[in-house]
């Protein structure tokens, strides 16, 4: 298993832009989370999807959203990009079914320029 | 609102002495408490968990709820321990976490 994937690994878009980020979670995780990591300072979560349903919202902007399909990979997505949102994406998966441990991908590192 | 505060962005110690990685939280619940730690061009791990109550390479932490800490600790530290360490809760089981800005540790030979 590869672990937990996340595609592109490095993204640059002009202000104004929308960006599309894309997770794909160990095989068997039904739940997904996603993080923004600014420079210096640690993860800072942005929502937790279980079952294709969202079951809970950091402290974003409706600029941010989320989605998870059929085959539990997610989707987060960013509307009118501003230089603020430029940071590393973390996506994570666990099955809370089991524990309550997550694993984390190496991340999508967003410039907005 | 549910915080954590690690108050060490920085932290060197000798090969062989103790270390001790400092973490506060706030919650209005019952938090889960968890150190994760990423090495050096390493995705973000689990270190150790306060519910399972295990040493993990010679780690343990103990949470306080009078003095809402979870500090990590090691007697004896070793150069592979140089890294990045995240204090994190969660009041949900399941993948929602609360970070702390990270204590990055460097251990001197």
């Known amino acids: 298993d590869a672990g937990v994937t996340q595609s592109p690994t490095h993204l640059i878009k002009t202000r104004g832009q929308h960006v599309t980020l894309r997770c794909s979670p160990i095989s068997g995780h039904k739940s997904v989370s996603w993080y923004q990591q600014v420079l210096g300072q640690g993860p800072q979560f942005i929502f937790q999807y279980y079952e294709k349903e969202e079951r809970g919202r950091g402290n974003f902007p409706d600029r941010f959203s989320a989605r998870q399909f059929p085959n539990y990979s997610s989707e987060l997505n960013v509307n009118a990009l501003l230089l603020g949102d430029s940071a590393l994406y973390l996506c994570?998966?666990?099955?809370?079914?089991?524990?309550?441990?997550?694993?984390f991908g190496q991340g999508t590192r967003l410039t907005v320029v | 609102a549910q915080r954590v505060t690690q108050p060490e962005k920085l932290l060197s110690v000798f090969k062989g002495a103790p270390v001790e990685l400092k973490c506060n939280y706030s919650y209005s619940g019952s938090p889960e408490l968890f150190w994760y730690v990423q090495y050096s061009r390493q995705r973000l791990q689990l270190l150790l968990r306060?519910?399972s109550r295990e040493s993990i390479k010679g780690f343990t932490a103990d949470l306080n709820k009078g003095e809402t800490s979870f500090h990590l600790k090691k007697p004896f530290a070793q150069e592979e321990d140089s890294a990045m360490y995240y204090c994190a809760l969660s009041g949900y089981t399941g993948n929602q976490f609360y970070f702390g800005t990270g204590t990055s540790l460097t251990v001197i030979p």
């Open positions: 306060h519910i």
């Open positions: 994570a998966s666990s099955d809370p079914g089991l524990n309550t441990e997550a694993f």
